[in-house]
């Protein structure tokens, strides 16, 4: 298995800012890509946003000019910086890495899970 596990999430008010890691460690050859999830109470779990070996970063609509991915792949870690916080932005945040094992082969893994609670 790759072992994920997150931090930095926690209470923060409209406007304030949070930034998540997240750390992968395990039998790893290789990560492809990581990144970060979401999931609200009645709502499906959505991309918020990805990033490649090569740095290349995908984000979700809705988080687009708030929200910062950056990743090291010598730590196989990755991060969000979460800037400009919405009461929306709530959510349950899980970290997602997906590549090779060296005894399981492919691997799509995700971590525990953080929380994340924009609230006056």
């Known amino acids: 298995q790759v072992q994920l596990v997150e931090s930095g999430g926690g209470l923060v008010q409209p406007g304030g800012s949070l930034r998540l890691s997240c750390a992968a460690s395990?039998?790893?050859?290789?990560?492809?890509?990581m990144g970060w999830y979401r999931q609200s109470p009645g709502k499906e779990r959505e991309l918020v946003a990805t990033?490649?070996?090569?740095?290349?970063?995908n984000y979700a609509d809705s988080v687009k000019g708030r929200f910062t991915i950056s990743r090291d792949n010598a730590k196989n870690a990755v991060y969000l910086q979460m800037n400009s916080l919405k009461p929306e932005d709530t959510a349950v945040y899980y970290c997602?890495?997906?590549?090779?094992?060296?005894?399981?082969?492919?691997?799509?893994?995700w971590g525990q899970g953080t929380q994340v609670t924009v609230s006056s």
């Open positions: 990033i490649t070996r090569s740095l290349s970063a």
């Open positions: 997602n890495a997906q590549g090779i094992h060296a005894t399981l082969g492919y691997s799509d893994s």
């Open positions: 395990g039998s790893i050859l290789r990560i492809d890509a």
